[in-house]
């Protein structure tokens, strides 16, 4: 049996005890979906297995078997981890790795070989997006309501298609009634970064993927999951479980410890965080005029919050309210550093200038968001009334 611990493995006791499954991030800082500060035992886990897992795992000597042990190890932990949070008992074997949204999503869709199209929504990521129309196959888009909520009433050929949908979404938070699909028979790849560590996805789902950051875990790493039950196989070897480039075990490493410490923290992380964005909504509602919020309200991500203001402009926002010390995202994650307004805004039907989407990190503080809802009333009056608003 593979020991599943890898903060025992790897990092002394004495060193982890009193630790919690989060970092503290920079005072201000809340755009958690563009990542997070490694957590102390996740960033002691790293940097140990950098010192031990430097070698190539698929080598025969001691340096690469003791680089596959941590490899495999850490591997156990994330199917533990998915089992843990999904309720679908999984294998070592059916847990793969890559190093992007894309290369995952690719490699996942070619998995599913008796379907001929796929049906994804408007509202993917775009990374995602690109990966279905690499596949060749026929695809279909479908709409989403005002709420970003899928039509369950759907007209593809169950048997022929594939559905690619996101447990919740990354930008306005709401999220999908999974169960309702799968109760169609549609196979499904889900997308559930931003979900895993915050929410319990649930077992409604063939093959799960999802970023490694969402949890706190380092950038790079996309973990895949194949639910036993799924009518799948892997289309090209990967050995280990590594897709396409050779191995990171530190960082795979990492992962799985930032998912493992974290997971018996996430029921108090969500209830705090639900709070403090229903709070904060309730405060901008009240302080701000002409602000208007996009996604469900309730069923959703707990630490996501968007919304768009009237007569700012996003870019200038953000960039004021980082001057004042608060760090938020603008329009979609995808397009950040492009004039294309949000995708996800459009297929809404949303209002898309002026927008912040404000994705709060594990363990924020009340303080935190007092001092945000200060700042962001007083940068709004002061930008429209240098529009002449």
């Not at 790897?10 to 800082?29: K, L």
């Not at 050929?157 to 028979?185: F, K, M, W």
């Not at 915050?198 to 970023?211: F, K, N, Q, T, Y």
């Not at 709070?275 to 904060?280: M, N, R, S």
Request: overall charge negative.
């Amino acid at each position: 049996m593979i020991q599943r611990s890898i903060p025992n493995l790897i990092v002394p006791a004495s060193n982890v005890a009193s630790m919690t499954g989060f970092a503290p991030a920079p005072a201000g800082f809340m755009d958690a979906v563009g990542g997070l500060p490694l957590a102390p035992q996740t960033a002691l886990a790293f940097s140990r297995a950098q010192e031990l897992a430097w070698s190539d795992p698929a080598r025969l000597h001691h340096l690469g078997k003791q680089s596959a042990l941590l490899s495999d190890t850490a591997r156990a932990s994330l199917a533990a981890s998915i089992t843990s949070s999904t309720g679908v008992s999984l294998t070592v074997e059916q847990v793969f790795f890559a190093s992007s949204a894309r290369l995952a999503a690719n490699w996942a869709i070619a998995g599913f070989r008796a379907v001929s199209s796929i049906s994804h929504t408007a509202i993917e990521t775009l990374s995602v997006i690109d990966a279905c129309a690499d596949s060749g196959l026929d695809i279909q888009v479908l709409s989403v309501d005002h709420m970003g909520r899928i039509d369950l009433t759907l007209t593809s050929d169950v048997d022929r298609s594939l559905l690619v949908v996101q447990a919740a979404n990354v930008e306005i938070g709401t999220r999908q009634d999974l169960r309702g699909l799968a109760d169609q028979g549609y196979s499904t790849l889900v997308d559930a970064s931003q979900c895993l560590g915050r929410i319990e996805v649930g077992p409604h789902w063939s093959v799960l993927m999802a970023d490694a950051r969402g949890w706190g875990g380092p950038a790079g790493l996309v973990v895949i999951a194949v639910n036993p039950s799924a009518t799948w196989a892997a289309p090209l070897p990967a050995p280990g479980g590594w897709l396409g480039s050779s191995a990171n075990v530190p960082a795979l490493v990492a992962a799985a410890t930032a998912l493992e410490v974290l997971l018996p923290e996430v029921v108090t992380q969500a209830e705090d965080a639900f709070a403090l964005t229903e709070y904060l909504r309730a405060r901008l509602e009240a302080d701000v005029p002409d602000v208007v919020f996009s996604g469900d309200p309730e069923n959703r991500l707990p630490h996501i919050l968007n919304c768009s203001v009237l007569y700012v402009s996003g870019e200038a926002l953000i960039s004021d309210l980082d001057r004042r010390g608060f760090a938020v995202a603008s329009g979609s994650a995808c397009v950040a550093d492009s004039d294309r307004a949000s995708h996800v805004l459009v297929a809404i039907g949303a209002f898309t200038g002026g927008n912040v989407r404000i994705s709060l990190p594990f363990g924020c503080a009340q303080a935190t968001v007092d001092g945000f809802i200060e700042v962001f009333t007083e940068s709004v009056a002061l930008l429209r009334i240098e529009a002449g608003r």
